[in-house]
């Protein structure tokens, strides 16, 4: 998840220097694509992180 956390950081000051609206973290994570979810599970599996987001979508 904090690979997630990191990307909405980012996301956030880029929304804030061009002066838009971000959206909340919950929205965010919900945008990925399934190509972005899987990648994050590949890589949490291989840190043996028990995080899973198979669900979101």
């Known amino acids: 998840m904090k690979m997630y956390q990191e990307g909405y950081e980012r996301y956030r ?4 220097e061009y002066g838009m609206e971000s959206m909340n973290i919950h929205l965010f994570v ?6 972005q979810l899987n990648s994050y599970n590949q890589i949490a599996k291989n ?7 198979d669900n979101l979508q």
């Open 47 to 53: 840190m043996n992180g028990s995080e899973d987001y």
């Open 30 to 35: 919900r945008q990925l694509s399934r190509d």
């Open 13 to 16: 000051q880029a929304c804030e």
